[in-house]
Antibody, heavy 118, light 111 residues
Framework: EVQLVESGGGLVQPGGSLRLSCEVS????????MHWVRQVPGKGLVWVSR????????SYAASVKGRFTISRDNAKNTLYLQMNSLRVEDTAVYYC???????????WGQGTLVTVSS | QSALTQPASVSGSPGQSITISCTGT?????????VSWYQQHPGKAPKLMIY???DRPSWVSDRFSGSKSGNTASLTISGLQAEDEADYYC???????????FGGGTKLTVL
């Protein structure tokens, strides 16, 4: 069974930090790009960040660049998102997603809710 | 405002066919055959339905098909069923500053 299980979400004050994790099982992890995609409840999907298969190249949406850091541990089949200087507008469900390079997002986690509020 | 443009809603009766359009630019849909479509039911994670413009993953019914012409991609669902009622998002790889772009989503209602 394919499983992408996110954890680490929760309530944080503006300016605070959170680290999301995503443990992948049942499907190949290394060799694939991994992404974070977020969705404000009731709104559309927004791509946040991507890391290539060996972790040597990353890419970010302009809205999070300089504040968020994506990383991966292929030995642990785990993806991470370090989120610093959080803003109210970062409030969303964050999905961990696997994807073959360039092409699509084929397996999605169930999402973890991040709420930034005072 | 989303990078790709989709209609906000479409509807159809069971057994009918519907088409959802997705318009981008020469930096995304027009430049690459990397258009994909996702289905999302309320409270659930999105699910890949179409990739590489017109290919289906093994878990998707052949009632779903995709195509592209210029800067516009389309998703067609034939033989509509009640379970098809969901939100649908298109997406593409992009050479712009945003590497992966999504449409704003289309709510499909099965009447």
């Amino acid at each position: 069974e394919v499983q992408l299980v996110e954890s680490g979400g929760g309530l944080v004050q503006p300016g605070g930090s959170l680290r999301l994790s995503c443990e992948v099982s049942g499907v190949t992890f290394s060799g694939y790009w991994m992404h974070w995609v977020r969705q404000v409840p009731g709104k559309g999907l927004v791509w946040v960040s991507r890391i290539n298969s060996d972790g040597s190249h990353t890419s970010y949406a302009a809205s999070v660049k300089g504040r968020f850091t994506i990383s991966r541990d292929n030995a642990k089949n785990t993806l991470y998102l370090q989120m610093n200087s959080l803003r109210v507008e970062d409030t969303a469900v964050y999905y961990c997603v696997r994807g073959p390079p360039l092409r699509c997002l084929d397996y999605w986690g169930q999402g973890t809710l991040v709420t930034v509020s005072s | 405002q989303s990078a790709l443009t989709q209609p906000a809603s479409v509807s159809g009766s069971p057994g009918q066919s519907i088409t959802i359009s997705c318009t981008g630019t020469s930096s995304d849909i027009g430049a690459y055959n990397y258009v994909s479509w996702y289905q999302q039911h309320p409270g659930k994670a999105p699910k890949l339905m179409i990739y590489d413009v017109s290919d289906r993953p093994s878990w998707v019914s052949d009632r779903f098909s995709g195509s592209k012409s210029g800067n516009t991609a389309s998703l067609t669902i034939s033989g509509l069923q009640a379970e098809d009622e969901a939100d649908y998002y298109c997406s593409s790889f992009s050479s712009s500053s945003v590497e992966r772009v999504f449409g704003g989503g289309t709510k499909l209602t099965v009447l």
